[in-house]
């Protein structure tokens, strides 16, 4: 099972307006042999891009990371910032349990 | 009481205008915040509530469990000392009867089990949990005792008066803060709000171990056959070798009611160095020979991953500062994969010594220290340093699962294997066999410190 279909089996509420996890300088990344955060991220976050020569290197699809916060760790050149979702964004879990399929209350203002 | 701090922030900012709130709105001040509703959190909730303390626990996920996987599996006599009975509420998997550990290469499995109808008695031994189900009913206990838990609340820093700690912020949406005489850092694994805080250093790559996990549906009939298990009942396995490719590292399996969970991970620094990435690890161990009838024709439900300090002893921050304290896994306090229980009794301790700040009004370190006190005394900080060198001899062995888990096989191998020479020959033949694989002065040193350090 591709790595795609196993984040299928998990439900997202991506903040549009608040990326959490970023490469904080493409240039870094471009000089960077090790490239292990595509090789840590356990949701695919970091891609190659094949575009790479007029286009950042990596490509961040940070709405399918499930906010295990190891990327931040590895980064050899430490470029990498990661915070977690603002409240109720991001992944969910529910030991594949079913009940928890409940509709999305948005957040009570205070 | 916040003045100082926000007479520090410019003028015109966010923080002004939620300062003028503050102000005019008269906040309610609590007399704890507790940040994140984990086993630690809601503990710590629920013992400060039954205290009569006014309690705020906050939690940045929609539901209790819904941001942490893998695993899992409780030991009763740690919990059942906390909440007595508890698997009269508690709605568990399954008791565990049987525990195996499992030394694998490609070809071969040297399979150590135990399993015992005596380990299902009362008080019983361990039970299998689902995350969601152990989270949500901690939270329920903290909320019927009469804590204040809200979700959907991501804390993103602490807030100081000085060096003592006084609320916290919550990012946005709801782009507010809170106040209390003591917060308590209950984030998990990999704390960034104690990080930022400055209260602790920024983790190793080396401490801390990702695992991906996966869910498997089957039918409780159809787990209990391919386990033999009674009804009811449920297996734990960990595996050894094979799974962590080469690295030091572990993987498991546990059972539940009407799925298996399947757990691998290493250190974080290592999976990197392995070139391969924590989904393709679990494919590859669920494709092993060993592996696959058991989980023939499951369905997965769930993928995850999460990490779990495995730094140990030395890796522990210092847990009491003016006005707060760190417990859980922020706090770096898991023995090996067990973390429930040691998360839940340093929430109990942390609870204790809050609840004395309390009774003499004064928040500094004085009476808060009591919960490094208790925690000192206990078997939390006894266990953990009796492993301590665990860690730290695992990072300079790298090669011990792999390689130990090879020469275990090969020379299970050679004796089961019937050949044509004599016993004596045979025994010569098996030592050459074992000792081309690593010289045998290198492998007494292997045996010697890993001795040294389980001892
Ligand atoms: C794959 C895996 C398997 C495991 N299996 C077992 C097992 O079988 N048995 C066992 O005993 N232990 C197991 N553990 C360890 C166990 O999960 C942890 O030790 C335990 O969960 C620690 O509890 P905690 O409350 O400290 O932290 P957590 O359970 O991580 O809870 C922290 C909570 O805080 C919330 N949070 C984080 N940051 C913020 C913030 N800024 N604002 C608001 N909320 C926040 C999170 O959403 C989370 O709900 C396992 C760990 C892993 C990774
Ligand atoms: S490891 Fe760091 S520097 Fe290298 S590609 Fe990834 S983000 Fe860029
Ligand atoms: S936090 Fe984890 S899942 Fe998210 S991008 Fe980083 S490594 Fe990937």
């Given at each position: 099972?591709?790595v795609?279909?196993?984040?299928?089996?998990?439900e997202?509420?991506?903040?549009?307006?608040?990326?959490?996890?970023?490469?904080?300088?493409?240039?870094l990344?471009?000089?960077?042999?090790?490239?292990?955060?595509?090789?840590?991220?356990?949701?695919?976050?970091?891609?190659?891009?094949?575009?790479?020569?007029?286009?950042?290197?990596?490509?961040?699809?940070?709405?399918?990371?499930?906010?295990?916060?190891?990327?931040?760790?590895?980064?050899?050149?430490?470029?990498?910032?990661?915070?977690?979702?603002?409240?109720?964004?991001?992944?969910?879990?529910?030991?594949?349990?079913?009940?928890?399929?409940?509709?999305?209350t948005?957040?009570?203002?205070? | 009481?916040?003045?100082?701090?926000?007479?520090?922030?410019?003028?015109?900012?966010?923080q002004?205008?939620?300062?003028?709130?503050?102000?005019?709105?008269?906040?309610?001040?609590?007399?704890?915040?507790?940040?994140?509703?984990?086993?630690?959190?809601?503990?710590?909730?629920?013992?400060?509530?039954?205290?009569?303390?006014?309690?705020?626990?906050?939690?940045?996920g929609?539901?209790?469990?819904?941001?942490?996987?893998?695993?899992s599996?409780?030991?009763?006599?740690?919990?059942?000392?906390?909440?007595?009975?508890?698997?009269?509420?508690?709605?568990?998997?399954?008791?565990i009867?049987?525990?195996?550990?499992?030394?694998?290469?490609?070809d071969?499995?040297?399979?150590?089990?135990?399993?015992?109808?005596?380990?299902s008695d009362a008080?019983y031994?361990?039970?299998?949990?689902?995350r969601?189900?152990?989270?949500?009913?901690?939270?329920?206990?903290?909320?019927?005792?009469?804590?204040?838990?809200?979700?959907?609340h991501?804390?993103?820093?602490?807030?100081?008066?000085?060096?003592?700690?006084?609320?916290?912020r919550?990012?946005?949406?709801?782009?507010?803060?809170?106040?209390?005489?003591?917060?308590?850092?209950?984030?998990?694994?990999?704390?960034?709000?104690?990080?930022?805080?400055?209260?602790?250093?920024r983790?190793?790559?080396?401490?801390?171990?990702?695992?991906?996990?996966?869910?498997?549906a089957?039918?409780?009939?159809?787990?209990?056959?391919?386990?033999?298990l009674?009804?009811?009942?449920?297996?734990?396995?960990?595996?050894?070798?094979?799974?962590?490719?080469?690295?030091?590292?572990?993987?498991?399996?546990?059972?539940?009611?009407?799925?298996?969970?399947?757990?691998?991970g290493?250190?974080?620094?290592?999976?990197?160095?392995?070139?391969?990435?924590?989904?393709?690890?679990?494919?590859?161990?669920?494709?092993?020979?060993?592996?696959?009838?058991?989980?023939?024709d499951?369905?997965?439900?769930?993928?995850?991953?999460n990490?779990?300090?495995?730094?140990?002893?030395?890796?522990?921050?210092?847990?009491?500062h003016?006005?707060?304290m760190?417990?859980?896994?922020?706090?770096s306090?898991?023995?090996?994969?067990?973390?429930?229980?040691?998360?839940?009794?340093?929430?109990?301790?942390?609870?204790?010594?809050?609840?004395?700040?309390?009774?003499?009004?004064?928040?500094?370190?004085?009476?808060?220290?009591?919960?490094?006190q208790?925690?000192d005394?206990?078997?939390?900080?006894?266990?953990?340093?009796?492993?301590?060198?665990?860690?730290?001899?695992?990072?300079?062995?790298?090669?011990?699962?792999?390689l130990?888990?090879?020469?275990?096989?090969?020379?299970?191998?050679?004796?089961t294997?019937?050949?044509?020479?004599?016993?004596?020959?045979?025994?010569?033949?098996?030592?050459?066999?074992?000792?081309?694989?690593?010289?045998?002065?290198?492998?007494?040193?292997?045996?010697w410190?890993?001795l040294?350090?389980?001892?």
């Amino acid at each position: 099972m591709n790595v795609d279909c196993k984040l299928k089996l998990l439900e997202f509420l991506p903040d549009g307006e608040f990326q959490h996890v970023r490469i904080l300088d493409a240039e870094l990344c471009r000089k960077c042999d090790a490239v292990l955060c595509l090789t840590l991220c356990p949701s695919a976050v970091f891609r190659w891009n094949y575009q790479h020569e007029t286009e950042p290197p990596v490509l961040v699809y940070y709405r399918q990371c499930i906010e295990c916060g190891a990327c931040r760790l590895i980064c050899p050149k430490n470029n990498i910032e990661f915070c977690y979702p603002n409240g109720g964004f991001g992944v969910t879990f529910k030991d594949g349990i079913s009940v928890y399929l409940r509709p999305y209350t948005p957040p009570e203002m205070p | 009481m916040l003045k100082d701090w926000f007479a520090g922030v410019k003028k015109g900012t966010s923080q002004e205008i939620i300062a003028e709130k503050y102000y005019t709105t008269a906040v309610k001040k609590y007399d704890a915040i507790i940040a994140g509703a984990g086993p630690a959190g809601a503990t710590a909730a629920y013992f400060m509530a039954r205290e009569g303390m006014d309690v705020l626990l906050l939690e940045r996920g929609p539901y209790p469990g819904a941001k942490t996987c893998g695993g899992s599996s409780i030991i009763a006599e740690h919990v059942h000392k906390l909440f007595p009975n508890f698997w009269e509420e508690l709605e568990y998997e399954r008791l565990i009867s049987h525990q195996a550990y499992w030394i694998m290469t490609e070809d071969d499995a040297i399979q150590i089990a135990y399993r015992s109808t005596r380990l299902s008695d009362a008080p019983y031994n361990r039970f299998s949990v689902r995350r969601v189900k152990l989270y949500e009913w901690l939270v329920k206990k903290a909320t019927a005792a009469g804590a204040t838990v809200r979700f959907n609340h991501h804390v993103s820093e602490i807030l100081y008066e000085g060096n003592q700690a006084v609320g916290v912020r919550i990012s946005k949406p709801q782009d507010c803060i809170y106040v209390a005489n003591i917060i308590i850092l209950a984030d998990g694994a990999n704390s960034l709000l104690a990080e930022k805080a400055g209260l602790s250093r920024r983790v190793s790559a080396h401490d801390l171990s990702l695992y991906a996990k996966e869910t498997i549906a089957l039918p409780a009939e159809v787990i209990e056959e391919r386990f033999s298990l009674p009804a009811g009942h449920g297996a734990i396995i960990g595996l050894i070798g094979y799974p962590t490719a080469g690295f030091n590292g572990t993987a498991s399996i546990h059972t539940f009611r009407t799925s298996i969970n399947i757990n691998v991970g290493l250190a974080v620094a290592d999976i990197a160095q392995a070139g391969i990435t924590p989904h393709d690890l679990i494919d590859r161990l669920k494709a092993h020979q060993y592996i696959k009838p058991l989980i023939k024709d499951g369905i997965t439900t769930e993928y995850g991953a999460n990490v779990i300090p495995e730094g140990g002893y030395f890796s522990i921050p210092e847990l009491v500062h003016p006005g707060s304290m760190i417990i859980g896994d922020a706090a770096s306090l898991v023995n090996g994969v067990h973390g429930f229980s040691l998360a839940m009794w340093s929430g109990f301790f942390a609870a204790q010594a809050a609840s004395k700040a309390k009774k003499h009004r004064d928040f500094s370190v004085k009476f808060l220290r009591l919960y490094q006190q208790l925690l000192d005394e206990s078997f939390v900080m006894q266990d953990l340093r009796a492993n301590a060198p665990q860690a730290k001899w695992l990072r300079d062995v790298p090669y011990f699962f792999d390689l130990y888990s090879r020469v275990a096989n090969e020379a299970a191998y050679h004796i089961t294997k019937v050949y044509t020479i004599p016993k004596k020959a045979k025994r010569h033949y098996i030592f050459k066999k074992i000792t081309s694989m690593q010289p045998i002065g290198k492998m007494l040193k292997d045996a010697w410190s890993f001795l040294k350090v389980i001892r």
